[in-house]
């Protein structure tokens, strides 16, 4: 699969913004209730940047939180959302176009040009792979045939796929193995100090029909109209085990 490339310059270290991820020594069960004390001492901001807003209530709030421990990542998604929607089914589909968490990773702190993502609305349908941008004269390229295994759970609060009511909103919990990243993911290896690039979207979809949706994302990216792969924009996520 091919798409256009980014345009805009590089960030380089220094300039990215941080994301402080906390160390957990309490077990975490992925549940999509945060119901671990540790998750109320990590991080916990809001995604503030929004994209293609048209009505009032597309610019929802959303919280995202992140763990770590030698062996996994965790992120936390909450999300308010008067009108909950989801359709995709399958894997390696188009969950983008439904309710949905992303997360981009770069196993290393600075801007490269391939990210590792995963996709989910909230059947847990997964769309997952390895992008690469500015794969071949000026067009990105998807690596789909990246099928990692990791945990999610979903909480719902509300009625899915019916706006003749109000709904409060949902969450989504992710426990991502480090091995899932191969290689890759011990060129700059998870440990206290070290830091590596990253982007935590949130897709909004709250019509009943076709594939309108608003974006949040937790770092401002460049271009919207091109996509949300814009790897020279993400910031970092930085491992510590206690915040000073």
């Not at 091919?2 to 992925?30: A, D, H, N, Y």
């Not at 001492?41 to 770590?68: C, G, V």
Request: proline residues 4%.
């Amino acid at each position: 699969m091919l798409g256009w490339g980014q345009s805009e310059k590089k960030l380089v270290l220094g300039e990215q913004p941080i994301f402080r991820v906390l160390k957990t020594s309490e077990p975490i069960t992925v549940d999509g209730k945060m119901e671990e004390s540790i998750w109320q001492r990590t991080e916990a901001r809001k995604m503030e940047y929004f994209y293609n807003t048209e009505k009032p209530h597309d610019s929802q709030e959303t919280i995202y939180r992140m763990l770590w421990d030698d062996e996994n990542l965790y992120a936390f998604f909450q999300c308010k959302d008067k009108y909950i929607t989801a359709r995709e089914t399958k894997r390696d589909g188009q969950p983008y176009f439904d309710d949905c968490a992303e997360i981009f990773i770069i196993p290393a702190a600075d801007s490269l040009d391939t990210h590792f993502g995963l996709e989910l609305n909230l059947f847990k349908a997964s769309n997952d792979f390895i992008y690469f941008n500015d794969y071949y004269q000026g067009k990105d390229a998807v690596f789909k045939t990246y099928d990692p295994t990791f945990e999610v759970e979903v909480t719902i609060d509300g009625s899915v796929n019916d706006n003749s009511d109000i709904d409060s909103g949902w969450t989504m919990e992710f426990k991502i193995p480090l091995d899932e990243l191969g290689a890759l993911g011990q060129i700059a290896p998870v440990q206290t100090g070290s830091q590596w690039a990253f982007l935590a979207i949130r897709q909004d979809r709250n019509d009943a029909e076709g594939n309108r949706r608003s974006t949040a994302t937790i770092f401002p990216i460049y271009d919207i109209s091109k996509n949300v792969h814009q790897a020279n924009r993400f910031g970092l996520m930085e491992f510590v085990e206690e915040y000073k």
